[in-house]
Every structure is written in structure tokens, then in C-alpha cells.
């Protein structure tokens, strides 16, 4: 069956820019995750959805990050007025009812920003 | 606050060997614990979850235990192979969703 999707799969854009990463869950599950992933900082938990509410926002790093999920299904994932330290690898992942559940990720987004 | 270490961060084996690694968390009041594989400019694949009231679980070739008193789990691979090779993850969730990752151990085996 079809597993967690994320587009784009690569994105470069300019210091200053704002980007939207999209994140599709396995169809069927409540809760999903983002995290980010770069060198220095290894894999950070950045915000969780239980449906179309985010009960932890806890690991947004400012408030140039935001993120939403509609119908309980889709997310996106917005950063504005990006900054060289945003590059990283976003990845998504979704648990059937979340509370410890296994968490199955996404290939991920990698984001540079020049 | 916790935290997630893994040892040794890198391990490079011939093939048919079996090996441990190693992940450590500074605190026990964890609701499971979960291993990943990442190939490298992939996604993670989970192979094993445990919770916390379990001592191991096991799924072919490889065995996870956890001893939760000394923040101490294990991932147990048995005849490796040159598949085997990826950045192994650990991570743990408490009493809330998200996942605390270790920094991982990059496994090379080689034929």
C-alpha cells in the first residue's frame, strides 16, 4: 500500500523566500509528525497532529515556522522568510492513532536555502 | 531533559559477523522505544518497536532488548550483511508523541 509522501523532494530557494512542504499520511492515520534533520543537530521532533490539531507545537525552532493539516489528512509545513540555517532534510511521518504507535516516515524534503 | 546517545557511532564489519548496537537514555520514564534504518538520501524504516513493559522484540535477523531501569537498549544484528549497511537510529517517546532520536551508528559491512 502506499506509504507516506512528501513534495517536493528537493527545494533550493533564496534567503528571504518563503517555502511550503507538503506531507500526504498513510491514508487512515490520525496523528502525524514532522521532524528536521541536519548536520549539526542530528533529528529533531518539530510538531505533531492529532487530526487537524497540533497538541504539541513544542519543537518549532521560531515563529517563521508554522504548519497545518486539513481533513485530517494532508499537512504543510511553511516556513517564511527563510534563513541559510533552515537547510535540512524535513521529514514527515503519520501513526495510526498516535500514543507511542509505530511512527512510519516519508523519503523527506531537502531544503537548501542560498 | 532527555537525552539519546548511541555507541559506537560508526562500525565497519566483514560479512557473516554478528553485532551489537548500542543506545542510552538518561531518562527511564519512557512509553517505547523504537529502532530505525536510514539509507542514505532516504527516509527511516522501522524495525523494531518496544514498549516499555517489554524486555525484546525480534523480527528475523535482528533482536532488540531494553532495560528500562538502566536506559539501556541493544539492537542485536545476526549474520550480517553487505544489506545490513545504513545509519542505524534509536529513539524514544514519553508521555508525549514525539520521537527523541540518537545521533545514530553509521553500520558499513563489507563483502
Known amino acids: 500500500g502506499a506509504g507516506v509522501s512528501q513534495s517536493p523532494s528537493n527545494k533550493v530557494t533564496e534567503k528571504g523566500k518563503d517555502v511550503e512542504l507538503r506531507c500526504d499520511p498513510i491514508s487512515g492515520h490520525t496523528a502525524l509528525y514532522w521532524y528536521r534533520q541536519s548536520l549539526g543537530q542530528g533529528l529533531e521532533f518539530l510538531i505533531y497532529?492529532?487530526?487537524?490539531?497540533?497538541?504539541?507545537k513544542s519543537g518549532l525552532p521560531s515563529d517563521r515556522f508554522s504548519a497545518e493539516r486539513t481533513g485530517g489528512s494532508v499537512s504543510t509545513l511553511t516556513i517564511q522568510r527563510t534563513q541559510q540555517e533552515d537547510s535540512a532534510v524535513y521529514l514527515c511521518?503519520?501513526?495510526?492513532?498516535?500514543?507511542?504507535?509505530?511512527?512510519?516516515f516519508g523519503p523527506g524534503t531537502r531544503l537548501t536555502v542560498l | 531533559k532527555q537525552e539519546v546517545t548511541q555507541i559506537p557511532a560508526a562500525l565497519s564489519v566483514p560479512e557473516g559477523e554478528n553485532l551489537v548496537l548500542n543506545c542510552s537514555f538518561t531518562?527511564?520514564?519512557?512509553?517505547?522505544l523504537q529502532w530505525f534504518r536510514q539509507d542514505p538520501g532516504k527516509g527511516l524504516t522501522s524495525l523494531l518497536l518496544i514498549q516499555s513493559s517489554q524486555r525484546e522484540q525480534t523480527s528475523g535477523r535482528l533482536n532488540a532488548s531494553l532495560d528500562k531501569s538502566s536506559g539501556r537498549s541493544t539492537l542485536y544484528i545476526a549474520a550480517s550483511q553487505p544489506g545490513d549497511s545504513a545509519t542505524y537510529l534509536c529513539a524514544v517517546s514519553g508521555n508525549t508523541d514525539k520521537l527523541i532520536f540518537g545521533t545514530g551508528t553509521r553500520l558499513q559491512v563489507f563483502p
Open positions: 511521518a503519520s501513526s495510526l492513532v498516535g500514543g507511542g504507535d509505530t511512527q512510519y
Open positions: 497532529f492529532q487530526g487537524n490539531s497540533a497538541p504539541d
Open positions: 531518562d527511564s520514564a519512557i512509553y517505547n
